[in-house]
């Protein structure tokens, strides 16, 4: 297998773990609403900051202005009709449909999100790098909050399956969007800016009013500032060491 192949699956397990990790965390500290509002805001600030710094003008780079964002806004169109579509099915519990509509949300922008690891890393290792590592720390808080609904309501199956999905779900992303670059290399840009907008997307429409039912501002606030501290680490570190070490 092509290393740079090796090196893209490897990295998009490190998600598998982070999700392991936020699920442990949700059934340890689901009564505590600072904590996952905090979680909350670190992860939506690392889904926005990557996409603005880093997929949308490495895609601009590729493509062209127009290209890229329209592509972007095509995604968050297609998920947003997907989420529309979903929110018309009859749950018996708003807890439950709360669940499944975060699951879904999550397992829709998973898979974008392996694209973007996989084509991140294809256009540039640190690139690559960088990003898996992000979005395997956003998905701590990510899948926390993901995991509170089913803890609360005490469906252990669900939780589980739900974790598995998200787990899997980017590296499955990560091979499809190696494969299709293989077929079809002038993908890469939109692969990028695909992710770009699913991940702004799930964070403004999905994490931002959960958030908001918390009534935790200021822990919101501090996961959002925690986020900037390490994105501004992440990219010193993984950019700089790999400039330094080609």
Partial sequence: MNPAYTAVILLSLLSSVTTCLGVALAILLQENTRAIATGLGFSVGIMI??????????SIAITGVVAALTTALFSATVIWAAHLAFSHFHLAEPLIKSAYLVVFGLILHDVPEGFAMANA??????????????????????????????????SKRFLFGAAMLSALAEPVGAIIGLVAV?????????????????????????????????????????????????????????????????
């Avoid at 900051?49 to 490495?58: A, F, K, N, R, T």
């Fill in 49 to 58: 900051l990557i996409p603005v710094l880093d997929l949308i003008p490495e």
């Fill in 182 to 246: 293989g077929v079809a290399p002038s993908l890469h840009a939109h692969f990028l800016a695909f992710a770009a907008g699913a991940m702004v997307f799930v964070s403004t429409h999905e994490l931002i009013p959960m958030a908001r039912r918390y009534r935790q501002i200021r822990s919101f606030a501090a996961g959002l500032v925690l986020s900037l501290i390490v994105y501004g680490l992440l990219a010193r570190l993984t950019i700089g060491h790999l400039r330094i070490a080609a």
């Fill in 121 to 154: 890393y294809m256009a540039s290792p640190a690139l690559g790098v960088l990003v898996a590592v992000a979005i395997a720390l956003h998905n701590l808080p990510e899948e926390f909050a993901m995991a509170v609904p089913a803890v609360v309501f005490r």
